[in-house]
């Protein structure tokens, strides 16, 4: 497999467990992200999880 997509995951999951680690809500999260809540909302409950970030 290639290194590169051994090292993403979906902004979906991400996102989740910095939630939960952080003990944040997602408005919180939109606040200290300057994201609206709507934005965060959407990464969450994506069925399209084509955005990925590195971990």
Same mark, same amino acid.
């Given at each position: 497999?290639? &290194?590169? %997509? #051994?090292?993403t995951?979906?902004?979906?999951? &991400?996102? %989740? #467990?910095?939630l939960?680690e952080?003990?944040l809500?997602?408005? #919180?999260?939109?606040?200290?992200?300057?994201?609206?809540?709507?934005?965060?909302?959407?990464?969450?409950?994506?069925?399209?999880?084509k955005?990925?970030?590195?971990?």
């Amino acid at each position: 497999m290639n &290194k590169r %997509k #051994e090292n993403t995951m979906p902004i979906s999951i &991400k996102l %989740k #467990e910095i939630l939960k680690e952080r003990d944040l809500s997602q408005r #919180e999260l939109a606040r200290m992200t300057g994201l609206r809540p709507n934005t965060i909302k959407a990464y969450l409950h994506s069925e399209n999880n084509k955005s990925f970030i590195w971990h």
